[in-house]
């Protein structure tokens, strides 16, 4: 038959895929087919248009819609239940860590042991705000170990006093370790405003007639560059 088709010269194909299939059927000599070839031709026609429907289902492809983003809430801090009292950090998990929990522990411990809860989170928080700024060094023991070497000439007195660091109160240790601990997972809400400086009340160091005051906790009075207040 396709020979025959081929003479007849009157199937015309003008889309394949994703378009309409056209057909326009033009026989040469129309009146000598008999029924039979037309039914034939017919047939044929069918068979084809079938295939091009089928071929066009096969080629869309249904892509998901993307998911609304808009409308996911943006995710939070989780903080912990703060009363920044003993009983309460007694109440807290015994800490542990790593190189930076080991050297912001110690940090508190000669810098805030006698302080209060909150000024010994204050302290940790100047610490930690350091290591988020470009003037320091981009860790915890970076910026505690900061000039260390040189009498008196560290960020941290302890550092560089010229004594030997022993920590002869365990309990007090554990104490500060926890408040490490709490301070490095981001579970305490902020109390110095972003202080990148602290002092204690007995001295007056020539910085802190420049720097703005930020907090007063405690002991120890807090500063950085920047006109927001807080206190406690």
Not at 123 to 130: K, L, Q
Not at 145 to 153: D, K, M, S, V, Y
Not at 172 to 178: E, F, I, L, N
């Amino acid at each position: 038959m396709g020979a025959d088709l081929k003479s007849w010269g009157f199937i015309s194909v003008l889309a394949r895929v994703g378009f309409v299939a056209t057909f326009s059927v033009q026989p040469a000599n129309a009146q000598n087919m008999s029924p039979e070839q037309t039914a034939e031709v017919l047939a044929f026609l069918k068979l084809d248009q079938d295939n091009l429907t089928e071929l066009r289902r096969a080629s869309v492809v249904k892509i998901p819609a993307a998911p609304d983003v808009s409308l996911k809430p943006k995710l939070r801090p989780t903080y912990v239940s703060t009363k920044f009292s003993k009983s309460w950090l007694a109440t807290q998990p015994t800490a542990t860590g790593g190189n930076d929990w080991k050297c912001l522990s110690e940090a508190l411990y000669f810098e805030a042991r006698g302080e209060s809860v909150a000024g010994q989170f204050a302290v940790a928080e100047v610490i930690m705000n350091r290591v988020k700024s470009a003037r320091y060094p981009g860790t915890v023991c970076g910026v505690i170990n900061q000039g260390t070497g040189r009498l008196f000439a560290c960020q941290f007195a302890y550092a560089c006093d010229g004594k030997a660091e022993i920590i002869g109160d365990p309990r007090a240790y554990a104490q500060v370790g926890k408040v490490a601990r709490l301070t490095l997972d981001g579970k305490v809400q902020n109390l110095t405003e972003g202080a990148t400086h602290y002092h204690t009340k007995a001295v007056n160091p020539s910085w802190a007639r420049v720097y703005p005051r930020t907090a007063e906790i405690g002991y120890h009075l807090f500063y950085r560059q920047s006109y927001r207040t807080a206190q406690r």
